[in-house]
């Protein structure tokens, strides 16, 4: 039995569920608490797809197809709520046509609102809004939706290791044959031998794919968000326009998270959350919902987004939002190590599936995906000592 070893405790545990599946023994090792880094910080959106019909029709189409997969197999980590894109000037009004064809090209079902109807639906938002279009937004926990899949691929044989940080890849010539790992909590090292490495550390795949002297086109976007308490509207809200800075309100649980912001940054360590990011977040989203303006912080912070760069100097919203997966004998004469970059929370499946894939054909086994179907188990399983 191949041993597979995932490094990154983020999307890599929708890796680690969808090799389990395949017959796979898999260790996965995470340099702190799973979902620290990226993962365990975005605002939570189960995207339709809408938000990139302008600009990113691939990834429009895959987190569609995404978001009826997981609706099934994760119900109870999301709120299937919907959302609106809301016009509120002659130029957002100006968008929805093309808006509108967006949405029936990628697949994803889309309907007009009046301003009234709008209204009737969210008597928060705007009323000098010109139009609306409801699409089938909806809301994840991003920890519990993440957990469910740990919880799965531990129950199904993956040995999980927290605060275990790859110092160094164990290499034979132009072979990756394992990792080097401190354990932060004994304060030991060791070497781990793994018949294949998966690099799924996001933003910080490129230290990894460094550690075999490669590079990847990976391009930490980092961006602040802000969480305000109570819902101000029961749907996902966005600007019907392009995607931008502050356009977004996403209600989760008893709170309403604003966003984002979005730079590019060379180090996803050194980031922070500036204070001139919040005050913006807060007046464009009082556009949307003008009671925001009244409200006040009650957490803020950041995260990178894992971007797959394809040139540089690019403006961070216009970045795609899809992934790809490096298979690094073929790319660079590396055997032995694959990285997975890109993607969203809402393609964390899509993309296990599509690095599973590449896995089985470079092992030459023949197990077809299983994560389509396979409900996941809740995610408190992960906690609880029968499994």
Same mark, same amino acid.
């Given at each position: ?6 490094? $990154?405790?983020?999307?890599? !545990? ?20 799973? &979902?620290?880094?990226?993962?365990? #910080? ?33 119900? %109870? ?34 309907? /007009? ?17 010109? =139009? ?61 031998? =793994?018949?294949?490495? *998966? ?6 795949? !490129? ?13 930490? $976007? ?17 600007? &019907?326009? /392009?995607? !931008?800075?502050?356009?977004?309100? *996403? /209600? ?15 180090? /996803?360590?050194?980031?922070? @959350? ?12 009082? %556009?949307?919902?003008? @009671?925001? @303006? ?5 957490? *803020? ?48 499946? =899509? ?9 089985? #054909? ?21 906690? #609880?000592?029968?499994?």
């Amino acid at each position: 039995m191949e041993h597979i070893l995932i490094i $990154g405790g983020g999307v890599g !545990g929708s890796l680690a569920h969808d090799l389990t599946l395949r017959g796979y023994r898999v260790t996965l090792v995470e340099r702190g608490e799973l &979902l620290s880094g990226t993962t365990g #910080r975005h605002h939570g959106l189960l995207h339709s797809g809408g938000r990139y019909v302008f600009h990113d029709a691939e990834t429009a189409r895959e987190c569609y197809e995404e978001n009826r997969i997981l609706r099934h197999i994760a119900s %109870e980590a999301i709120e299937p709520n919907g959302g609106l894109f809301i016009a509120l000037t002659d130029e957002d009004l100006s968008h929805r046509d093309r808006f509108l064809e967006g949405c029936i090209a990628a697949g994803i079902p889309a309907a /007009p609102l009046s301003p009234r109807q709008a209204l009737a639906r969210e008597p928060t938002l705007n009323p000098a809004l010109l =139009a609306a279009v409801r699409v089938p937004d909806a809301v994840m926990d991003a920890w519990r939706l993440a957990m469910a899949f740990f919880a799965t691929a531990r129950a199904n044989g993956a040995v999980i290791r927290t605060f275990c940080e790859v110092t160094d890849l164990k290499m034979f010539g132009r072979q990756v044959a394992g990792v080097r790992v401190i354990d932060h909590r004994s304060g030991l090292s060791e070497t781990i031998g =793994a018949d294949l490495v *998966v690099n799924a550390a996001g933003p910080w795949s !490129g230290r990894i794919a460094a550690m075999a002297g490669i590079g990847v086109p990976i391009q930490p $976007g980092p961006g602040v968000m802000v969480a305000v308490r109570g819902r101000v509207t029961q749907a996902v809200v966005n600007r &019907l326009h /392009p995607a !931008g800075e502050g356009d977004i309100i *996403v /209600p989760q649980r008893r709170l309403s998270v604003l966003g984002t912001t979005a730079w590019l940054a060379d180090d /996803p360590d050194q980031v922070t @959350a500036p204070a001139e990011h919040v005050a913006r977040l807060f007046a464009l989203c009082a %556009e949307l919902v003008p @009671a925001v @303006a009244a409200m006040t912080p009650h957490a *803020v912070w950041s995260a990178s987004r894992p971007l797959l760069q394809s040139s540089p100097n690019q403006d961070p919203f216009a970045i795609s939002r899809t992934f790809d997966c490096f298979d690094h004998a073929a790319r660079d004469g590396i055997e032995g190590l694959v990285t997975l970059i890109g993607g969203k929370a809402t393609t964390m499946r =899509a993309m296990a599936e599509q690095t599973a894939d590449l896995i089985v #054909r470079k092992t030459g086994r023949d197990f077809a995906c299983r994560t389509r179907e396979t409900v996941l188990l809740p995610y408190r399983r992960y906690w #609880r000592g029968d499994i």
